[in-house]
């Protein structure tokens, strides 16, 4: 075979992999648990924005000062319950959209990452409930044809106070769930994780702050992103592992590239800035969808038909009707 030969296969089968890896992108939004059931199909809406993939949260519950999981309570809202699960899932399956089942806990008044006990009952107490939790979601995923299963998010001080707990819970979830699995590290504290060995995908909610300006222009965004790209690439390598964003956003109001979380606190003092939330996604995506550690990720978040929490407001995280909804729309259709 002659050497032009040999190059030319050579650079079809180097083109074709990066074209692969383009169309492979997990393409993902975070599906808001809808507070009754369907009354129309949220899934069009989905398919419209060229998304291939959504994030189903049911959550569980730990009260301030308790130390047990709540979960499948009647008052909690239907997308929430086994019910509202499996048909957003059945929904999902007939429009050839995948899922990553994503069960997490939220505490009243203060963040899970906090979560801390001074004595091994209450840690023993929480943990055993917390299986429950998981491993009944966990079966249902296997049951249901759920491709990735997110066991954990953002347990910053839990998974490094009982590390062996969560290696156990880890054995018990590869038991009975056969899909990929991963977890959901903040953003600050990815490195810390003990157990991404065991996973299939380095998790990380990608709230990385950026630009503390009201409207950040596109470039001075990207080369924010550099250090964290860098950064990023190593540590995917040395895990030999892609980096999933198991969430990624920013609100429509001004600053929104900046501290997320302390954004979220002053909502009703910001003003609406369709501008900067367009340029932050935009920006995110031209940072890393050519990456090959970078496998994608979920958009936090996506109401269904327009329901759950209080509708879609305009300066929520979600870019329906939104300048930001474009800019989805054109990362999610690239092939």
């Known amino acids: 075979m002659s050497k032009d030969r040999i190059y030319s296969i050579f650079f079809f089968i180097f083109f074709a992999c990066l074209a692969l890896n383009a169309q492979e992108k997990i393409d993902g939004l975070t599906f808001v648990a809808p507070p009754k059931a369907f009354e129309m199909n949220p899934m069009p809406a989905i398919t419209k924005v060229k998304a291939g993939w959504i994030s189903i949260v049911p959550f569980g519950f730990t009260r301030k000062n308790g130390n047990t999981v709540i979960f499948n309570q009647e008052r909690q809202w239907w997308g929430e319950r086994p019910e509202g699960i499996k048909e ?5 399956k007939e429009a050839d959209i995948k899922i990553m089942l994503k069960p997490q806990i939220w505490m009243h008044g203060t963040w899970i990452g906090e979560l801390n006990f001074d004595n091994d009952a209450d840690w023993t107490s929480w943990e055993q409930s917390y299986s429950d939790y998981i491993l009944e979601l966990a079966r249902l995923s296997e049951e249901y044809g759920v491709e990735i299963f997110c066991f954990g998010t953002e347990l910053k001080i839990a ?4 590390t062996a707990y969560w290696n156990s819970l880890i054995k018990e979830i590869r038991k009975v769930y056969s899909g990929k699995l991963t977890y959901s590290s903040n953003w600050d504290s990815y490195e810390d994780v003990p157990f991404w060995d ?7 909610s990608a709230y990385f702050p950026l630009v503390d300006t009201k409207t950040p222009k596109p470039d001075e965004l ?7 790209k860098k950064k990023l690439s190593k540590f ?4 030999n592992k892609q980096i999933l964003f198991t969430e990624f956003g920013y ?19 910001t003003e609406i800035n369709e501008i900067a939330q367009a340029n932050a996604l935009d920006a995110l995506f031209h940072t890393f969808f050519e990456q090959d550690y970078w496998a994608g990720g979920f958009l936090w978040k996506w109401f269904p038909n327009g329901e759950g929490h209080e509708g879609y407001p305009a300066k929520d995280y979600t870019p329906q009707g939104k300048l930001a909804e474009t800019i989805l729309k054109k990362w999610y259709g690239k092939e």
């Open 88 to 92: 957003s899932i059945r929904l999902a």
């Open 159 to 162: 998974i490094q106070e009982r």
């Open 198 to 204: 065991e996973l299939d995908y380095i998790g990380i």
């Open 222 to 228: 990207q080369r924010r992103w550099k250090p964290v």
């Open 236 to 239: 995917s390598k040395r895990n």
């Open 251 to 269: 609100m429509s109001l001004d600053g929104c590239a900046y501290r997320a979380w302390e954004l979220e606190k002053k909502v009703n003092q």
